[in-house]
Every structure is written in structure tokens, then in C-alpha cells.
């Protein structure tokens, strides 16, 4: 019977101990996450603020986030949008957008657009292309993701968004068609999805 006991106890020390070890690797992970989050959106304000400069409105788009539904598979919902206002009226949207296709996978991209559904520019927030060849899409590496700005579908026309290996409007890099390929088409896709989407976000705070 002591013996029983004396194992019921072990048992039990171990029982807590395993709880407050999970605990405590609990805690440890929401602090290195809230830490992680906290540094995403650091970046992510530095790339709105050089594409859509703290002057051109005076609400925080960081603070009033939506979540798109999924649309049609012609469009690409962002998986983020964060709207900017000057005096409660539209300025643009900024998108958050995952592209898929990458020569290394998926490629999140910024697409900062204006009212009248023109490109104010793009960035990439991550990806994992190739160092040397596919990181051309960064906006430190090259000045290939500044010729989106001042774009729409109207400019070029919708046929022509892809890049010339494909009859479009966008050059590729010497040995890398992927990585731009799928930027262009993300992009492409995101003016398609704002083109339908556009009186949903682009409204008045107060809806006057």
C-alpha cells in the first residue's frame, strides 16, 4: 500500500511537472510571436510609408484591417488590406497578397493601389527565390518592381500583363522567368479583384 502511494505521488510530481514545463514553453512561444508580430508590422509600415508616403493621409490604415472573402479565380483576394484616407476621403488600398508560382514557392507581395484603381507601386515582403537571380524582385536588388507604379488595366491593357517571354508587357531576368512571371500575374490578378471589389473599400469611414 506505501508503495502505491509512494508511486501515486511520483506520478503525480511528474504529472505537474510536464504541466508547468508546457506552460511555460507556452508562454515563452506567445512572447517570441508577439515579438515576430511586432517586427512584421514594423517592416510592413516601412513599405507602406515609401510607397504611400504619412502625408498623403491622416487615418492609420495598419488600424482598421479587413480580412477579403476569397473571390473568383480570375482575381486574387489579398490576404490583407489596410485602407488610407485624406479627410475621409479615399486615397488608396494597400494589399496584402500572397502570389503563388515562385520558382521556390510563394512569393508576399505589397500592392499599394489608388482610388481610380492605378498602381501607387509594389513590394515584396518575403519570398524564397533564388539569391542572385530571382531576388531581382526586391526593390534593393533592382529597380524591376518600380515599373508597376502608375500601372492599371487599362495601362497596359489586361492581354498584355505578363512578361515577354509570354507576348506581354514586363521583361524577365536572364535565367529567371519564373520569379517575375508570377509576380506580374499576382499583380494582375490583385487590379482585377480591387476592379470588383472596389466601392467595398474604398468608401468613406462614415459611408457619406
Given amino acids: 500500500m506505501t508503495q502505491a502511494r509512494a508511486s501515486l505521488r511520483v506520478g503525480l510530481h511528474l504529472g505537474a511537472a510536464v504541466l508547468l514545463g508546457l506552460?511555460?514553453?507556452?508562454?515563452?512561444?506567445?512572447?517570441?510571436?508577439?515579438?515576430?508580430?511586432?517586427?512584421?508590422?514594423?517592416?510592413?509600415?516601412?513599405?507602406?510609408?515609401?510607397?504611400?508616403?504619412?502625408?498623403?493621409?491622416?487615418?492609420?490604415p495598419l488600424a482598421e484591417v479587413t480580412v477579403p472573402a476569397a473571390g473568383p479565380k480570375t482575381a486574387l483576394s489579398p490576404v490583407r488590406v489596410y485602407p488610407a484616407r485624406q479627410?475621409?476621403?479615399?486615397?488608396?488600398?494597400?494589399?496584402?497578397?500572397?502570389?503563388?508560382?515562385g520558382y521556390n514557392g510563394t512569393i508576399h507581395l505589397l500592392v499599394v493601389i489608388q482610388a481610380d484603381g492605378s498602381l501607387l507601386g509594389v513590394r515584396v515582403l518575403s519570398h524564397r527565390e533564388t539569391p542572385g537571380l530571382g531576388d531581382a524582385i526586391e526593390a534593393g536588388k533592382s529597380g524591376w518592381i518600380d515599373r508597376f507604379a502608375g500601372l492599371s488595366l487599362a495601362n497596359p491593357p489586361p492581354s498584355r500583363w505578363?512578361?515577354?517571354r509570354d507576348g506581354g508587357d514586363f521583361d524577365q531576368f536572364a535565367g529567371a522567368t519564373i520569379t517575375p512571371r508570377a509576380v506580374v500575374r499576382a499583380v494582375k490578378k490583385t487590379l482585377v479583384w480591387f476592379a470588383a471589389n472596389r466601392d467595398n473599400f474604398i468608401a468613406p469611414a462614415d459611408g457619406a
Wanted: glycine share 6%; aromatic share 0%; charged share 20%.
Fill in 23 to 60: 506552460s511555460l514553453l507556452s508562454l515563452i512561444h506567445a512572447g517570441v510571436a508577439s515579438r515576430i508580430s511586432e517586427r512584421e508590422a514594423r517592416a510592413l509600415k516601412q513599405h507602406i510609408d515609401a510607397l504611400l508616403p504619412p502625408t498623403s493621409h491622416d487615418n492609420d
Fill in 87 to 101: 479627410g475621409n476621403r479615399p486615397v488608396a488600398l494597400v494589399a496584402e497578397v500572397m502570389a503563388p508560382g
Fill in 162 to 164: 505578363a512578361v515577354r
